[in-house]
């Protein structure tokens, strides 16, 4: 009988957009697939799956239906392994399997960000911190996605088994990669770019979090040091007409665009100049990484994912205590200087290499041979490089 393994988050896209190489990893190793979350979509290399409405917040009711039927479907399935990702996936996926893991079951959660960091309110070190560090107890590796965490998890002497540190999800330098000269200029024009529109790109929702307002009072400031200057926001969310609302205020709407969703990011990052990010908080932020492995400088606010990402002054620049004019700035003197771009450019795209899809591949995989797959030390070994 093939050994089982479920994926636990609180929406199934987390697996489209994060995770699908490492499932199709454990199918080619023989494994069934389970897939527990929120959403219909029919997502590759998943045996079976589990829509279960997960909510976002630790008070809503309707998480402790969830709780039982997670536990329903860990005691029934007798998994070798429950990998649980995203706050609330967990936290109710590590309760659920309690149980399970007297029985053998080990259980792993990668934190994508806590939600307690340096800068955070005073609330979320009161509610999620508490509730982190008592759930570490039931946890056979945390993994974390960035230095900070890491450290913190350390040296607070969270009780999980083992504490690692991946770099992030990976990110796919074949898909994002630069384009050359010609083919570039060609694809902008027929977006209807002119050569020398200074093009910036952000990719994110439109929520408090990520703060587009603040880059968009940036635009305004820039002013005529940098005439040419575009924001490009792709994204949906609650705040996207208040944020289409601001730039008309402040005389900048022409040069916003708002995007809406897209799923063509890998051919639009490539067009651009550089990537802009305004967000308050992150984890290791994906869209920095894909804009940073297609030889963007980027322009972002201080938080830990930002600034382990991006070396300020090498690879673009990182902007503390959230100085809208200082932001400006740096919007005026890349927009000028074609060679500064270029040059921050490539070192953007030689730091990706630290957090490529095969990297974090073997460091995974790593992580998973050691605890389960049968061989010892020799197929530890052999496995910890199988990816891709």
């Known amino acids: 009988m093939a050994k089982k393994v479920l994926f636990c988050a609180t929406v199934d896209y987390h697996f489209q957009a994060f995770h699908l190489p490492y499932m199709k990893w454990f199918q080619e190793q023989g494994w069934e697939v389970h897939v527990a979350a929120s959403g219909k979509l029919e997502l590759p290399y998943t045996d079976k799956k589990f829509d279960i409405p997960f909510r976002r917040s630790p ?36 309760l659920a ?19 307690f960091c340096k800068g955070a309110p005073l609330l979320n070190w009161l509610v999620y911190y508490p509730i982190e560090k008592m759930l570490s107890r039931y946890t056979d590796r945390l993994i974390t996605i960035n230095e900070e965490d890491h450290r913190l998890a350390v040296e607070r002497r969270f009780k999980a088994g083992r504490v690692d540190r991946v770099h992030g999800v990976g990110v796919d330098l074949e898909r994002f990669r630069p384009l050359g000269d010609q083919a570039r200029q060609e694809a902008r024009a027929k977006l209807g770019y002119a050569p020398d529109d200074f093009l910036m790109f952000y990719a994110a929702e439109f929520n408090r979090n990520k703060n587009q307002q603040w880059l968009i009072r940036a635009l305004a400031l820039a002013g005529s040091d940098a005439p040419r200057a575009r924001l490009l926001l792709a994204g949906e969310g609650e705040l996207k007409e208040a944020c289409a609302n601001l730039a008309r205020e402040l005389g900048v709407e022409r040069q916003v665009e708002f995007l809406g969703y897209r799923s063509d990011i890998a ?79 490539r070192e953007s795209r030689d730091r990706m290499r630290h957090y490529s899809l095969e990297r974090v591949g073997v460091e995974l995989t790593g992580i998973y041979a050691h605890y389960f797959l049968e061989g010892g030390d020799e197929t530890k070994s052999k496995y910890s490089g199988a990816y891709i």
């Open 59 to 94: 008070f809503k009711l309707g998480n402790i239906d969830v709780y039982a039927k997670l536990k329903s479907i860990i005691d029934d399935n007798n998994y070798e392994l429950v990998h649980c990702h995203t706050p609330m996936g967990g936290v109710l996926a590590r």
């Open 97 to 115: 399997a309690r149980g399970a893991r007297r029985r053998g079951t080990r259980v792993l959660y990668t934190a994508h960000g806590f939600h």
């Open 267 to 345: 051919e639009l990052l490539p067009l651009c100049d550089a990537a802009v990010a305004s967000s308050l908080r992150e984890g290791l932020p994906v869209n920095i990484m894909e804009a940073m492995a297609c030889g963007l400088p980027v322009i972002a606010t201080e938080n830990r994912g930002h600034s382990e990402l991006i070396a300020d002054g090498l690879s673009g620049y990182v902007i503390r205590g959230l100085d809208e004019r200082q932001c400006a700035e740096r919007i005026a003197q890349l927009s000028q200087s074609r060679a500064l771009r270029e040059r921050m450019g």
